[in-house]
C-alpha cells in the first residue's frame, strides 16, 4: 500500500522555524510532482507550494521568501522549511502527490493524514 506520511508539526512561537517531511512509503520506485497544501479551521485547503520532478517550484504568495519546498528524490521524501512563521499559518499542513509503482503504474492525487502546526503570538 503505498502512502504519503507527513512529520514535523509542532507548536511553535511567533518568528520561528519549523522544518515538515513526507515520506511516500510502500511499493513505489518514485515520486513525481509534489505539494504541500494547508487547511486552517474553517478555511479551505489552499496551496502552499509545489515541486515539480524537474525541480520547478511555485509558492502561495502568503509564503513566498519565507517557506521553501525541497525533495529527495533517493529518499522519496518532500520537504517543507518555514521560517518566520506567523500565527496566520496555523493550520494542518497536507502532503499531496503523484508516484510511480514498483509495477511502473502511476498513483496520482494520493493525500497524507496531515500534520498540525500551529504558531502562537
Known amino acids: 500500500q503505498v502512502q504519503l506520511v507527513e512529520s514535523g508539526g509542532d507548536l511553535v512561537q511567533a518568528g520561528g522555524s519549523l522544518g515538515l517531511s513526507c515520506v511516500a512509503s510502500?511499493?513505489?520506485?518514485?515520486?513525481?510532482?509534489m505539494a504541500w497544501y494547508r487547511q486552517a479551521p474553517g478555511k479551505q485547503r489552499e496551496l502552499v507550494a509545489r515541486i515539480t520532478s524537474a525541480l520547478q517550484t511555485n509558492y502561495a504568495d502568503s509564503v513566498k521568501g519565507r517557506f521553501t519546498i525541497a525533495r529527495n528524490d533517493i529518499k522519496n521524501t518532500v520537504y517543507l522549511q518555514m521560517n518566520s512563521l506567523k500565527p496566520e499559518d496555523t493550520a494542518i499542513y497536507y502532503c499531496?502527490?503523484?508516484?510511480?509503482?514498483?509495477?511502473?503504474?502511476?498513483?496520482?492525487?494520493?493525500w497524507g493524514q496531515g500534520t498540525q502546526v500551529t504558531v502562537s503570538s
Open positions: 499531496h502527490g503523484d508516484t510511480i509503482t514498483l509495477r511502473g503504474d502511476l498513483l496520482d492525487n494520493l
Open positions: 510502500g511499493s513505489i520506485s518514485s515520486i513525481r510532482d
